[in-house]
């Protein structure tokens, strides 16, 4: 189960603006580079004043990068823009951008630099895994239970606690081995089912 299972209605929801870009004659590449950039400018922000209010920044963004991931890949299938270098650069771009977004979380306690480089390494693996699915012949997989939109949605919950409250509560240091377990099982379920349905 994952919250990636609600895209298609997203999707829907977002075609009146897509439509509207591609007529303003906007690339779907142009939409990935315009979110990675962003995330980074983001994180580094994050990084750099370390105020918990700032933090308010995560959820609204995790929501708009939500959108965005869905119009860029309108904009490549449905308006003939698809490219391979597009296909790197939706990979790469989304991957910089998880660990930018969460890397400040690293300086809020009870979480750890350690525990957050943990999943940040995780859920690139799990991406990876999801890749990989393509070569043997059963496309990209999105398997849960910890795939990017499920991601977005904890991450902007803990920035909009931090941004409202200012601080955490101890007992929120046990989602770290959480979410990497969560994350290792994401990224063993898709090397799993792309080996399976691409045999």
């Known amino acids: 189960m994952s919250i990636y299972l609600l895209k298609s209605r997203f999707q829907d929801l977002l075609r009146p603006l897509v439509t509207w870009l591609a007529c303003a004659g906007a690339t779907a590449n142009q939409v990935t580079l315009t979110a990675a950039v962003v995330s980074i400018a983001i994180g580094v922000m994050l990084l750099a004043t370390q105020v918990e209010w700032l933090f308010v920044a995560i959820p609204i963004w995790m929501f708009l990068r939500m959108a965005l991931n869905a119009?860029?890949?309108?904009?490549?299938?449905?308006?003939?823009?698809?490219?391979?270098?597009?296909?790197?650069?939706?990979?790469?771009?989304?991957?910089?951008?998880?660990?930018?977004?969460?890397?400040?979380?690293a300086l809020i306690a009870p979480f750890s630099s350690a525990w957050i480089g943990a999943i940040i390494f995780f859920a690139t693996l799990a991406e990876f895994a999801g890749v990989l699915g393509i070569p043997h012949g059963n496309g990209r997989r999105y398997d849960?239970?910890?795939?990017?939109?499920?991601?977005?949605?904890?991450?902007?919950?803990?920035?909009?606690?931090?941004?409202?409250?200012?601080?955490?509560?101890?007992?929120?240091?046990?989602?770290?081995?959480?979410l990497c377990a969560l994350l290792l099982w994401t990224g063993v379920n898709?090397?799993?089912?792309?080996?399976?349905l691409g045999s």
């Open 71 to 105: 119009i860029d890949g309108m904009l490549a299938r449905e308006y003939g823009q698809k490219s391979d270098f597009g296909g790197y650069l939706n990979e790469i771009g989304d991957v910089i951008s998880d660990a930018a977004l969460f890397a400040p979380f």
């Open 144 to 178: 849960g239970p910890m795939g990017k939109s499920d991601r977005a949605f904890i991450f902007g919950v803990l920035g909009a606690w931090i941004a409202v409250s200012g601080a955490l509560p101890y007992w929120v240091w046990w989602l770290q081995p959480v």
């Open 190 to 196: 898709r090397i799993r089912l792309g080996l399976k």
